[in-house]
């Protein structure tokens, strides 16, 4: 494998493969609770540039589920991060934010949807990454749509699995 690029060396602590270690929880006023596995994969080429794949999936049955692809770059020379993100819900974003140590604190700055997105609409998104003092990666997702305020929907923890 190529170096890692020394653009993004500050985001090092993501690369790798995660896997949630507990199921993760899943809320939205509109919804019932429910709860999903999910792995994520953080990888490089050398370019300024890290490429990730989260891939959910149902707990017991490991049916697919949700899944996000995307890039993260960093502005170089300062603290702020930027991911764009495609979901296969068909809702396109780039979420920005700062990584302060091995914490990334992300909203969305622009989102789009395909023309035939079925309703609610997502307006907006917030999300924090915080690699814990015990080596588990967390995630925490909270989203506004068209008919509920800026509210938790994700809540789950990793651990490596390589
Ligand atoms: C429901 C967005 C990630 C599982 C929803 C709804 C929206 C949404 C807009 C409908 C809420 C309503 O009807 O009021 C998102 C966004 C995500 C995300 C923007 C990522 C940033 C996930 C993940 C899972 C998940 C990772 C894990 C399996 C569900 C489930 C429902 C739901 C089970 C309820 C049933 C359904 O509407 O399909 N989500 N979601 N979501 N989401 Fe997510």
Request: charged share 20%; aromatic share 8%; glycine share 6%.
């Amino acid at each position: 494998a190529p170096p890692l690029n020394p653009a993004v060396l500050a985001l090092d602590w993501l690369l790798g493969s995660w896997e949630s270690d507990e199921p993760g929880e899943g809320s939205f006023p509109t919804i019932p609770p429910f709860r999903y596995s999910e792995t994520l994969h953080f990888t490089h080429v050398g370019q300024p540039v890290i490429n990730f794949m989260f891939n959910a999936s149902h707990v017991e049955s490991k049916k697919p589920m949700h899944r996000e692809c995307g890039f993260i770059r960093l502005q170089p020379g300062t603290n702020r991060v930027a991911f764009i993100i495609a979901q296969n819900s068909g809702l396109v974003e780039i979420e920005e934010g700062e990584l302060t140590g091995q914490q990334l604190s992300l909203k969305t700055h622009a989102l789009a949807r395909t023309s035939f997105a079925k309703e609610p609409h997502v307006q907006q998104i917030s999300r924090e990454f915080r690699l814990r003092g015990d080596g588990k990666l967390e995630q925490t997702v909270s989203m506004a749509t068209s008919d509920q305020p800026l509210m938790q929907h994700l809540h789950i923890t990793y651990r490596r699995s390589s």
